[in-house]
């Protein structure tokens, strides 16, 4: 049933500590007091929902509380260093009373969420269960424990244990570690923790039991083990504040490293005031410092967790607030991929019979990706705690369904928009995937590129001639091996497009039509196994708003990376002469520099034309080349790793036991492709003197035919015979090309090896730069993409109205 929410009573000697709980719980309202007997003036004359005290007097105050107000929820606020107080409410316990009990630490977010999930248990629906049916297994104290389940909702159960147990070894707080409940044997529910709220000794026709009433988080994943990134661009921080107004995301400020005083803000603003950008806000408490103190700034948005230390420059009395922007944000992530919200025309429903009262249950998602969705249901009728595991139907907007299964990873409160709920409480349950088959995958992919821009749709489906013939207009310039004109290379090139990109495994082909007609196109490509290559991108000429085009294809093309699962990095090339990219890309190469989850390098691209003519004969007197074994393998990787280039090691498969592209090969092989590595060494007396990674794959994967070309290794250039053992390498390369019927021999060297290949007639064609970036900063990639898109000119969508013609 859902219990009505009348008055929250806090009572607390200290003003701020008063301040900052009636500021966590936004929604209520809020009577603070500074003692106890006057508190039991206010609940005399009216009795409040939820009592909120120290743990001081614990067992005369219930008593109180018992008689002016037994309906009341119950909570101490106790820190786990008060040996005194958490004796008093051990007492408590003993003697029967019900309570709960939060630690004083908690910050103003997790006090605030802590307190409203309390009051949805208590609002909650619950159902009592036969207790011999279901079987609760836990750990406390890495002691194993096996209990009864008696009652069970949508936040808590309640346990029976056998009462030989210590009552004081289960006090209220105490943390029951990886907690399941079975029935007939199934795992129905599991959560990481759980917390004891109250304990007592019951009696009953079997005697006396450990009776524990307990709740569990509403969301099952943990704090992130590992710091989360920093930003520290300027206008990142100013674009993802912007974006959590608009979101409507809730912003606290504490004193800095200091939780005892939180205040939650009212209507703030992001303005510019003297060319600096202030926020401006409205506090609900009162906040000690003065202009020039650090405050912290936190909030939370789409998965995401922030932080930041600001300077206070206004702290008026009348709780007028203004601060400086935070110098950096902290992000950590919740959520692994990215979800959208389907159109109303492409709904999806979810089907599955309810885990603890079997009734069967269809809803439409909220929002999806291939990693999961979420639903609503009504918490005060329906039990489905975040850990329950479901078998679940997923009906596709195309009418086929799809088996799977669910996971419930969290349930938050829905806004009811300040409607009447009519006894009802909106709740959404986010759930993760798994066993979802690809058919159904592939009908979430397209949806969501729909979400995203209308305009693009799968390149798969359109006529490579009409591709190949945008290239021309768009005077593309990365393929020096099939030059347009030369029908000979197109059949080639279909194919390897077909196979590529028909699938979506190796790669996505993206277009963006309009009623003009092709507009403009981007692809996708797994150029190593964890590495997603964005490439080919080409707009229309005459296209009046092209970068917009070109923003919408890239950010998808990148997105589009993200949701499959095994992709680790996102790959960027681009010439450095081509002025868009180098612009925009380029610069948020250097803005979002990260060590260790991001590289940007540059190199020259040298190629030189194999004629069918007999080749030159080879340079005599040089070293001699031999084939790279594992031994060469763990030299590779142990050398980048000391010149601090782990990103390329793990993007580009350079691992010991990857260095031959194995498993990449027999992934390319299933669909017609080919795709290896070949490893050219040229020994030193301990260590090698060069070494070239010689890159192998079908004609067309890359028009730049970056997997046909070879990239040098020299450790130590100023060895006498470094000059001589690269040129070996050259040769031998363009040797190995030959063999395989190559037209050309393609290298992409550092700026030191250009004078060699160019002395071996290779023609430097330019440089180009190239950004590797982990998958964890690819959420911070597109915002700010999308902010400074914006600021620089950028429209949300093109206006095709004005178009000029093909003309």
């Known amino acids: 049933m ?16 008063r301040a900052a709980l009636a500021s966590a719980l936004p929604s209520y309202r809020v009577v603070a007091v500074e003692s106890k007997t006057e508190a039991a003036f206010k609940m005399a004359d009216a009795a409040p929902a939820l009592i909120i005290a120290p743990p001081d007097d614990a067992r005369l105050f219930l008593r109180q509380v018992a008689h002016a107000a037994p309906d009341a929820l119950r909570v101490f606020i106790c820190s786990k260093s008060d040996s005194v107080g958490l004796a008093e409410l051990l007492q408590s316990a003993a003697e029967g009373h019900v309570f709960s009990v939060l630690d004083e630490a908690l910050s103003g977010p997790e006090l605030g969420r802590t307190l409203s999930h309390l009051l949805q248990h208590r609002g909650s629906a619950s159902i009592a269960v036969s207790p011999a049916a279901y079987a609760v297994h836990f750990t406390l104290n890495e002691h194993a424990h096996e209990a009864q389940c008696s009652e069970i909702g949508n ?14 070894a289960f006090s209220p707080g105490a943390v029951l570690e990886t907690l399941r409940i079975e029935r007939e044997g199934q795992v129905l529910f599991k959560t990481p923790w759980a917390q004891v709220q109250r304990s007592l000794v019951v009696h009953d026709e079997q005697g006396a039991h450990l009776c524990l009433g307990i709740s569990w988080a509403t969301a099952m994943y943990p704090p992130p083990p590992v710091p989360g990134v920093t930003m520290e661009e300027p206008s990142e921080v100013v674009a993802t504040l912007r974006k959590a107004l608009r979101r409507g995301a809730t912003l606290w400020l504490q004193a800095v490293n200091d939780s005892s005083v ?24 009162t906040l000690e410092g003065s202009a020039g103190d650090e405050v912290d700034l936190f909030f939370e948005m789409g998965g995401q967790s922030y932080s930041g230390v600001c300077g206070l420059l206004v702290n008026g009395p009348d709780g007028k607030i203004v601060v400086q922007m935070p110098r950096t944000l902290v992000m950590r992530n919740w959520r692994s991929l990215p979800r959208f919200k389907p159109e109303p025309d492409g709904r999806f429903l979810v089907s599955f019979l309810a885990p603890i009262t079997g009734h069967h249950i269809t809803r439409a998602a909220l929002d999806l990706s291939v990693g999961g969705l979420s639903f609503p249901f009504d918490a005060s009728s329906e039990i489905i705690p975040a850990g329950s595991r479901l078998d679940a139907t997923l009906l596709l907007p195309d009418g086929t369904s799809a088996h799977c299964q669910l996971e419930v990873r969290s349930i ?23 066993g979802l088959s690809q058919h159904a995958r592939g009908v979430i992919l397209r949806a969501f590129m729909t979400s995203r821009c209308r305009a693009i749709s799968e390149g798969d489906e359109v006529s490579f001639e009409s ?28 194919d390897t497009h077909r196979k590529v990109y028909s699938t979506g495994d190796l790669g996505r082909c993206l277009v963006y039509n309009s009623d003009k007609g092709l507009q403009g196109q981007i692809a996708g490509l797994r150029i190593h196994s964890r590495t997603w290559l964005v490439q080919h991108l080409a707009v229309r000429p005459g296209v009046r708003r092209g970068e917009q085009v070109s923003y919408e294809l890239s950010n998808l093309a990148v997105e589009l990376g993200e949701v499959q699962q095994d992709i680790e990095f996102i790959r960027y090339s681009w010439r450095k002469d081509n002025r868009w990219p180098s612009r925009r890309i380029g610069w948020l190469a250097r803005a979002l520099e990260t060590p260790g989850l991001s590289f940007l390098r540059h190199f020259s691209y040298l190629r030189l034309p194999l004629s069918a003519e007999s080749p030159p004969p080879p340079v005599r007197d040089l070293p001699r080349v031999r084939d790279g074994v594992r031994t060469d393998y763990v030299w590779i990787e142990l050398y980048l790793r000391d010149r601090g280039e782990l990103v390329r090691v793990l993007s580009e498969d350079l691992l010991t036991d ?23 060494v040229v020994d030193g007396e301990y260590t090698p003197l060069a070494v070239a990674l010689c890159e192998e794959g079908t004609p067309g994967l890359n028009l730049l035919e970056k997997t046909n070309a070879f990239w040098l290794l020299v450790p130590n250039r100023s060895h006498p015979q470094a000059r001589a053992a690269t040129q070996a390498l050259v040769q031998r390369c363009v040797e190995h090309a030959r063999e395989r019927g190559r ?11 250009v004078a060699v290949l160019e002395e071996a007639g290779f023609q430097d064609l330019g440089r180009f730069s190239e950004w590797i970036f982990h998958r964890s900063m690819l959420r911070r990639v597109c915002e700010l993409w999308r902010s400074v898109f914006e600021r620089l000119g950028g429209s949300p969508a093109p206006d095709w109205s004005t178009e000029e013609g093909l003309e």
């Open 262 to 285: 939180q205040i939650r803000l009212e209507d703030p603003v992001v303005e510019t005031v003297e060319e600096k950008t202030v926020l401006r806000c409205l506090a609900t408490g």
């Open 658 to 680: 990857e260095v031959d592209l194995s498993a990449l090969s027999e992934r390319f092989r299933a669909h017609g492709l080919h795709r290896r590595r070949r490893v050219f």
């Open 2 to 17: 859902s219990v009505p929410i009348r008055d929250v009573l806090v009572v607390h000697p200290n003003a701020g500590r």
């Open 155 to 168: 936040f808590g159960a309640t346990l029976l244990l056998p009462g030989h147990l210590p009552l004081d």
């Open 467 to 494: 591709i190949w013939h945008l290239m021309e207009e768009a005077r593309y310039r990365f393929h020096p091996d099939y030059p347009f004109g030369d029908d000979s290379a197109v059949a080639l090139l279909q």
């Open 412 to 434: 938050h409160g829905l806004p009811s928009d300040g409607r009447p709920d009519g006894g009802l409480r909106p709740y959404r349950a986010g759930a993760r995937f798994s």
């Open 743 to 753: 037209p050309s021999a393609i290298a992409l060297v550092e700026d030191e090896d």
